[in-house]
């Protein structure tokens, strides 16, 4: 996708912030990152309102209750996923 030179007016200590933290290079790379991640997130939550519109089928609501049985895993993952002392 082709990039265009833009200006904006933004709090240069919240774009050094979010620089920081997401190890971008410069303040247009944190802009982008910035800038996909609330399209996702709206995504999401405009998926969601939809989703809660819409009430699960019968069929639906029955295999989300079979997942849910799934849940009591004895598998002990703690364990399995320990850190190396040594």
């Known amino acids: 996708m082709?990039?265009?030179k833009v200006t904006i007016t933004l709090d240069?200590?919240?774009a050094e912030r979010a620089r920081t933290l997401v190890g971008a290079a410069s303040t247009s790379e944190v802009?982008?990152?910035a800038l996909d991640r609330l399209i996702r997130a709206e995504?999401?939550?405009s998926d969601v309102a939809?989703?809660?519109r819409v009430p699960p089928?019968?069929?639906?609501?029955e295999l989300a209750l079979l997942d849910a049985l799934?849940?009591?895993?004895?598998?002990?993952?703690e364990m399995l996923y320990a850190e190396d002392d040594g």
Not at 57 to 61: D, K, L, P, Q, R
Not at 70 to 77: C, K, N, Q
């Open 57 to 61: 089928t019968g069929v639906e609501a």
């Open 2 to 4: 082709a990039k265009e």
């Open 70 to 77: 799934d849940l009591d895993d004895p598998t002990d993952w």
């Open 43 to 45: 995504r999401l939550r």
């Open 50 to 52: 939809a989703y809660r």
């Open 12 to 14: 240069r200590s919240k």
């Open 31 to 33: 802009v982008d990152i």
